[in-house]
């Protein structure tokens, strides 16, 4: 963000800059080991030769690229054509994780912003309320959302009480039950960050929106918005990113009925096909997707904050 | 001071000694052996028995390929995996010596195609993957795979199918009248087209909540394994169990000795221990599948022992999933991978 | 005067927080073109109404009216007049030219316009230069300026400024009043600015309204309100000087005699409301000499402080109480030592006896 004036950073730091690489040594190696080390594994795993029901050989061939991008038919003799299946659930993923990211902003801001425009006191109190279903493990707030959502669980019954419905609605094994799953795992990640934002706004700026003729739709959207919009997007990215490998929701809640990127990548290593090379190539091609969009919202950012 | 803390460490050190006096590393299917009969063991050798778990064949296979072997003493593959198994040269061998109970094996079960004569595995249980309908929701007749493949609207879009590539293809198989493993083009587009016309009736696809989704009444008819399917009826859902005409999976899973099994000794002593009547009956009490030990009839309880599930009629046809060569097995992958895209 | 000069009517307001009451039935008028002080200590409620007139506070009781017309219902961004804040505002995500130029788009100008008008804002401020910088990059002082160009620029009919110049040090500050007060004259709008700081007020108002506790003390101009301050609350507040208890004679009119500590009668100018019996006489420093010959008051010295221009002693009364007096510096200028008995002339005119 702006607010920072220049020439502010960069004075005073001959101190460490002598010590800075020694200094960095315990963190360079924890990205090293946690987090280059398995990407370049995977990297090179995806340029090798599977081995039939797992594992891989050591020959280096562009085979699981060409499984991705290229269809060759259902034998493997027809001319190469454009292969959409896996495309397709990639998009389909996307979408899903988009539409997830969608709704946890809609409930997520205003839970934020009514959060932290309590007093400082009631503050810490709404913030452990949100959090504390996610002490419970994903998969066990998954189930329970199952039984929540099934045709004979509670909001069917209650709504059948109520007389509204007189048959079940179906929820379970539906994309609504996914996106429900998706909502409710992924809620706090963007309540947080907007919370922290909408904390350092500074409410006076509020006031001279209104003083400048702005209603409360307008102060939202020309000032209001703009001013936490960090907050906004670290929340989107914090959603998005998991909830496109999520494959928990999609199986529990969505019937498994299709693959999303998650299940696709997991049925590689863990399911009969047992294509490791395959799996990898889905995974850093999803890896790329996710680098190309923070960067070019690393670029966006530099760019407004010039 | 010193005095009680060496008398502590010493005492410590004898209690870890006698904890360490044997070990067992058990690679299982989830929920597949009572506690009871582990601790029995347990207490019986004075062995330490520790036990993780997997979902499926697969899965099993996965994590031995991804380091695990040499870390367990046993598992229990299903039978084509034991050949598969084998083939990745991922089981020792034993000899029947080496077991004071191998001749408890039922004959039937000795000379099995996936590990003839017996020497790397011994049977644990075995059953059959078919499918089970709610009779509340259902009550037309129910003996054929139509009812999943080509289902009554009754049925429509409350079915779920079991989320392995192997069991739901290999019953669509038996139900189209194609042989398993085929390379014959038109058969797999056949098959291909099968799956495809049914999916829109299939609620979901998933193996570990076959018997939940039942229960709670969220599918009306779910593929399933026997003993799954008796369990459910015992936690009091109405399904009934369907043996169709057009045949049925059967399998059988074994526990297999694996390369490098760290306490060959105690795997040895636990798989003797279940060839005894009186715990592999334990197992089948508790599994509700069948074993394929002699003498187990006096331990069972009598509703396992007269379960519908554990007792298919004579004339219906039971079929081994079959491991497939590799350039087969592509071809009913990139199908069941259209069947989920 | 008539009242279409009135730009401001603040009429019998009165604001309450639950049960706290800010102002108790405030009343006053700002006219056209004039800067109006809302001088007080902090809590005394001034923000409070300068808010109520923006429309940040909706009022408990009471009307205020722009124009002579009533504005009260009306929410904040619907009306006519422009704030300056004390921290200023300014929206960090904007340059400073889209800072300036937001409220002019607000109103529906054509971009083009309102850069155009912005521009010359800018200009104003002389802060042409800075027009694509973010407010963030830009000084204490300059945002100040930004902040006066954003509110000026709609031309609004009434300028509220809330402390403007708190946050800068002082050698800008007096630098910045100056600039006010010129830009105040050449645009010819009237501002209503909230300060606690006196000297800020006397030199840059025309009118002040002094404040305490939601209530307006005293409304008058500069000279008024320093010279003749109708209570203790504004004699104290404005400036230094010294309250003396007296005993009230007689009033008449605007005249009242009193007799001083040590005897002397006097006849002094009286502020409406003043009534015989225990008065208090308000008397500057500055406005009493030393006199040889014996005068109204005698006080026994007790220190002095050297200022320079001035020099300042401190003394008692008889009775105790104490008294400053300044006495300007020169070559004659003797500075009597602790202990000595001083007699005092009050300037004719300058003792003034109090409403309370």
């Given at each position: 963000?702006?607010?920072?004036?220049?020439?502010?950073?960069?004075?005073?730091?001959?101190?460490?800059?002598?010590?800075?690489?020694?200094?960095?040594?315990?963190?360079?190696?924890?990205?090293?080991?946690?987090?280059?080390?398995?990407?370049?594994?995977?990297?090179?795993?995806?340029?090798?030769?599977?081995?039939?029901?797992?594992?891989?050989?050591?020959?280096?061939?562009?085979?699981?690229?060409?499984?991705?991008?290229?269809?060759?038919?259902?034998?493997?003799?027809?001319?190469?054509?454009?292969?959409?299946?896996?495309?397709?659930?990639?998009?389909?993923?996307?979408?899903?994780?988009?539409?997830?990211?969608?709704?946890?902003?809609?409930?997520?801001?205003?839970?934020?912003?009514?959060?932290?425009?309590?007093?400082?006191?009631?503050?810490?109190?709404?913030?452990?309320?949100?959090?504390?279903?996610?002490?419970?493990?994903?998969?066990?707030?998954?189930?329970?959302?199952?039984?929540?959502?099934?045709?004979?669980?509670?909001?069917?019954?209650?709504?059948?009480?109520?007389?509204?419905?007189?048959?079940?609605?179906?929820?379970?094994?539906?994309?609504?039950?996914?996106?429900?799953?998706?909502?409710?795992?992924?809620?706090?990640?963007?309540?947080?960050?907007?919370?922290?934002?909408?904390?350092?706004?500074?409410?006076?700026?509020?006031?001279?929106?209104?003083?400048?003729?702005?209603?409360?739709?307008?102060?939202?959207?020309?000032?209001?918005?703009?001013?936490?919009?960090?907050?906004?997007?670290?929340?989107?990215?914090?959603?998005?990113?998991?909830?496109?490998?999520?494959?928990?929701?999609?199986?529990?809640?969505?019937?498994?009925?299709?693959?999303?990127?998650?299940?696709?990548?997991?049925?590689?290593?863990?399911?009969?096909?047992?294509?490791?090379?395959?799996?990898?190539?889905?995974?850093?091609?999803?890896?790329?997707?996710?680098?190309?969009?923070?960067?070019?919202?690393?670029?966006?950012?530099?760019?407004?904050?010039? | 001071?010193?005095?009680?803390?060496?008398?502590?460490?010493?005492?410590?050190?004898?209690?870890?000694?006698?904890?360490?006096?044997?070990?067992?590393?058990?690679?299982?299917?989830?929920?597949?052996?009572?506690?009871?009969?582990?601790?029995?063991?347990?207490?019986?050798?004075?062995?330490?028995?520790?036990?993780?778990?997997?979902?499926?064949?697969?899965?099993?296979?996965?994590?031995?390929?991804?380091?695990?072997?040499?870390?367990?003493?046993?598992?229990?593959?299903?039978?084509?995996?034991?050949?598969?198994?084998?083939?990745?040269?991922?089981?020792?061998?034993?000899?029947?010596?080496?077991?004071?109970?191998?001749?408890?094996?039922?004959?039937?079960?000795?000379?099995?195609?996936?590990?003839?004569?017996?020497?790397?595995?011994?049977?644990?249980?075995?059953?059959s993957t078919s499918f089970s309908v709610n009779t509340?929701m259902y009550d037309g007749p129910m003996d054929s795979l139509s009812l999943i493949f080509d289902a009554p609207d009754e049925l429509k879009g409350k079915i779920n199918v079991l989320?392995?590539?192997?069991e739901t293809l290999t019953l669509a198989s038996l139900y189209a009248g194609i042989?398993?493993?085929?390379?014959?083009?038109?058969q797999?587009?056949a098959l291909n087209a099968l799956v495809q016309g049914a999916k829109p009736d299939w609620a979901?696809?998933?193996?570990?909540?076959?018997?939940?989704?039942l229960?709670?009444?969220?599918a009306a008819a779910g593929m399933i394994?026997?003993?799954?399917s008796?369990?459910?009826?015992?936690?009091?859902?109405?399904v009934q169990y369907v043996f169709p005409k057009e045949g049925m999976i059967?399998?059988?899973?074994?526990?297999?000795?694996?390369?490098?099994?760290?306490?060959?000794?105690?795997?040895?002593?636990?798989?003797?221990?279940?060839?005894?009547?009186?715990?592999?009956?334990?197992?089948?009490?508790?599994?509700?599948?069948?074993?394929?030990?002699?003498?187990?009839?006096?331990?069972?309880?009598?509703?396992?022992?007269?379960?519908?599930?554990?007792?298919p009629p004579?004339d219906v046809k039971g079929v081994?999933?079959?491991?497939?060569?590799?350039?087969?097995?592509?071809?009913?992958?990139?199908?069941?991978?259209?069947l989920?895209? | 005067?008539?009242?279409?000069?009135?730009?401001?009517?603040?009429?019998?307001?009165?604001?309450?927080?639950?049960?706290?009451?800010?102002?108790?039935?405030?009343?006053?008028?700002?006219?056209?073109?004039?800067?109006?002080?809302?001088?007080?200590?902090?809590?005394?409620?001034?923000?409070?109404?300068?808010?109520?007139?923006?429309?940040?506070?909706?009022?408990?009781?009471?009307?205020?009216?722009?124009?002579?017309?009533?504005?009260?219902?009306?929410?904040?961004?619907?009306?006519?007049?422009?704030?300056?804040?004390?921290?200023?505002?300014?929206?960090?995500?904007?340059?400073?030219?889209?800072?300036?130029?937001?409220?002019?788009?607000?109103?529906?100008?054509?971009?083009?316009?309102?850069?155009?008008?912005?521009?010359?804002?800018?200009?104003?401020?002389?802060?042409?230069?800075?027009?694509?910088?973010?407010?963030?990059?830009?000084?204490?002082?300059?945002?100040?300026?930004?902040?006066?160009?954003?509110?000026?620029?709609?031309?609004?009919?009434?300028?509220?400024?809330?402390?403007?110049?708190?946050?800068?040090?002082?050698?800008?500050?007096?630098?910045?009043?100056?600039?006010?007060?010129?830009?105040?004259?050449?645009?010819?709008?009237?501002?209503?600015?909230?300060?606690?700081?006196?000297?800020?007020?006397?030199?840059?108002?025309?009118?002040?309204?002094?404040?305490?506790?939601?209530?307006?003390?005293?409304?008058?101009?500069?000279?008024?309100?320093?010279?003749?301050?109708?209570?203790?609350?504004?004699?104290?507040?404005?400036?230094?000087?010294?309250?003396?208890?007296?005993?009230?004679?007689?009033?008449?009119?605007?005249?009242?005699?009193?007799?001083?500590?040590?005897?002397?009668?006097?006849?002094?100018?009286?502020?409406?409301?003043?009534?015989?019996?225990?008065?208090?006489?308000?008397?500057?420093?500055?406005?009493?000499?030393?006199?040889?010959?014996?005068?109204?008051?005698?006080?026994?010295?007790?220190?002095?402080?050297?200022?320079?221009?001035?020099?300042?002693?401190?003394?008692?009364?008889?009775?105790?109480?104490?008294?400053?007096?300044?006495?300007?510096?020169?070559?004659?200028?003797?500075?009597?030592?602790?202990?000595?008995?001083?007699?005092?002339?009050?300037?004719?005119?300058?003792?003034?006896?109090?409403?309370?």
């Amino acid at each position: 963000m702006a607010g920072v004036a220049p020439g502010g950073s960069g004075s005073g730091s001959d101190i460490y800059r002598g010590n800075g690489p020694r200094l960095m040594l315990p963190v360079w190696v924890f990205i090293g080991i946690f987090l280059l080390l398995p990407v370049i594994l995977m990297a090179v795993y995806s340029f090798l030769t599977k081995e039939f029901r797992g594992g891989v050989i050591w020959d280096f061939t562009l085979a699981a690229y060409d499984q991705f991008f290229l269809n060759r038919g259902l034998f493997g003799d027809e001319p190469a054509t454009i292969e959409w299946t896996y495309i397709g659930i990639f998009w389909r993923s996307i979408w899903q994780a988009g539409l997830a990211t969608v709704f946890c902003l809609l409930i997520g801001f205003p839970t934020a912003w009514y959060v932290a425009t309590r007093p400082a006191s009631t503050r810490s109190v709404w913030l452990f309320l949100i959090t504390i279903p996610y002490w419970v493990n994903l998969l066990i707030r998954t189930v329970s959302m199952k039984f929540l959502l099934r045709d004979t669980g509670p909001l069917n019954e209650f709504l059948m009480w109520t007389g509204l419905i007189s048959d079940p609605l179906s929820l379970i094994n539906t994309n609504f039950a996914v996106q429900v799953g998706l909502f409710y795992s992924y809620l706090p990640f963007m309540v947080l960050p907007i919370y922290a934002a909408v904390e350092r706004y500074d409410f006076s700026l509020s006031e001279a929106a209104a003083d400048l003729y702005c209603n409360n739709w307008t102060t939202l959207r020309l000032v209001i918005l703009p001013a936490v919009k960090p907050g906004i997007v670290a929340g989107c990215i914090l959603v998005f990113v998991p909830s496109l490998g999520a494959f928990l929701a999609p199986d529990l809640l969505g019937g498994a009925k299709t693959f999303m990127i998650g299940s696709l990548i997991e049925e590689q290593f863990k399911g009969a096909a047992g294509n490791w090379p395959f799996g990898a190539a889905a995974a850093m091609i999803l890896l790329t997707l996710v680098m190309v969009v923070l960067l070019i919202h690393a670029r966006v950012q530099v760019r407004e904050d010039r | 001071m010193k005095t009680f803390l060496t008398t502590t460490a010493l005492a410590m050190t004898l209690a870890t000694a006698a904890a360490a006096e044997g070990e067992l590393k058990i690679y299982h299917w989830f929920e597949y052996i009572p506690q009871e009969l582990l601790d029995k063991f347990a207490a019986e050798y004075d062995v330490t028995v520790t036990m993780d778990t997997y979902d499926s064949n697969e899965a099993l296979l996965a994590a031995l390929k991804a380091g695990k072997l040499g870390e367990y003493d046993v598992a229990v593959p299903g039978d084509y995996m034991v050949k598969i198994m084998a083939d990745e040269g991922m089981l020792d061998t034993f000899t029947p010596d080496e077991l004071p109970n191998f001749g408890n094996i039922q004959d039937q079960w000795v000379d099995v195609e996936f590990d003839n004569g017996r020497h790397s595995t011994i049977p644990y249980q075995w059953g059959s993957t078919s499918f089970s309908v709610n009779t509340e929701m259902y009550d037309g007749p129910m003996d054929s795979l139509s009812l999943i493949f080509d289902a009554p609207d009754e049925l429509k879009g409350k079915i779920n199918v079991l989320d392995t590539a192997g069991e739901t293809l290999t019953l669509a198989s038996l139900y189209a009248g194609i042989p398993q493993c085929t390379s014959d083009r038109e058969q797999l587009k056949a098959l291909n087209a099968l799956v495809q016309g049914a999916k829109p009736d299939w609620a979901s696809f998933g193996s570990d909540v076959a018997k939940d989704v039942l229960v709670s009444g969220d599918a009306a008819a779910g593929m399933i394994w026997s003993g799954f399917s008796a369990k459910a009826r015992a936690e009091g859902a109405p399904v009934q169990y369907v043996f169709p005409k057009e045949g049925m999976i059967v399998w059988m899973d074994n526990v297999a000795l694996l390369k490098d099994a760290p306490n060959r000794d105690n795997a040895l002593k636990f798989m003797n221990f279940l060839l005894e009547p009186e715990n592999a009956a334990a197992v089948t009490n508790y599994a509700q599948y069948t074993a394929g030990v002699d003498g187990v009839a006096e331990f069972l309880d009598p509703e396992v022992a007269n379960s519908p599930e554990a007792n298919p009629p004579a004339d219906v046809k039971g079929v081994f999933v079959q491991s497939c060569p590799e350039e087969v097995q592509v071809l009913y992958d990139a199908i069941w991978t259209n069947l989920k895209k | 005067m008539s009242q279409k000069n009135i730009a401001v009517d603040v009429d019998k307001v009165v604001k309450r927080y639950g049960s706290v009451t800010a102002l108790h039935g405030v009343s006053l008028d700002i006219r056209e073109g004039e800067f109006f002080t809302l001088l007080g200590p902090s809590g005394c409620g001034k923000t409070t109404l300068l808010r109520c007139i923006a429309g940040f506070e909706d009022v408990s009781d009471g009307r205020v009216r722009l124009m002579g017309q009533d504005i009260t219902p009306l929410p904040a961004h619907k009306r006519p007049v422009n704030t300056v804040f004390q921290q200023y505002a300014l929206f960090p995500h904007m340059t400073v030219l889209e800072n300036v130029s937001f409220g002019l788009s607000r109103r529906g100008w054509t971009a083009r316009d309102a850069e155009g008008r912005a521009k010359q804002m800018l200009k104003l401020v002389q802060l042409s230069d800075f027009a694509k910088r973010k407010p963030g990059q830009l000084s204490g002082g300059q945002q100040q300026r930004v902040a006066l160009a954003r509110a000026l620029a709609p031309e609004p009919q009434v300028l509220l400024l809330d402390e403007p110049l708190s946050a800068l040090d002082l050698k800008l500050r007096q630098a910045v009043r100056v600039e006010l007060k010129q830009i105040q004259r050449e645009t010819g709008i009237a501002f209503v600015f909230v300060t606690h700081d006196q000297e800020e007020a006397l030199t840059m108002s025309d009118r002040i309204a002094v404040m305490s506790a939601g209530h307006v003390q005293q409304i008058g101009t500069p000279r008024e309100i320093y010279e003749a301050p109708v209570n203790r609350f504004v004699a104290d507040f404005i400036g230094e000087t010294n309250l003396l208890e007296v005993a009230v004679r007689q009033v008449d009119g605007d005249r009242a005699t009193v007799v001083l500590p040590g005897g002397h009668v006097v006849e002094v100018p009286a502020a409406s409301g003043a009534k015989v019996g225990t008065g208090h006489l308000s008397v500057r420093p500055e406005r009493m000499s030393t006199a040889p010959g014996g005068g109204d008051l005698t006080v026994l010295v007790e220190d002095h402080v050297y200022l320079g221009t001035d020099i300042q002693l401190h003394a008692r009364l008889d009775d105790g109480a104490p008294l400053v007096v300044r006495i300007q510096n020169g070559a004659a200028a003797t500075i009597p030592a602790p202990g000595t008995r001083l007699a005092l002339d009050v300037e004719a005119g300058a003792a003034r006896l109090l409403a309370d």
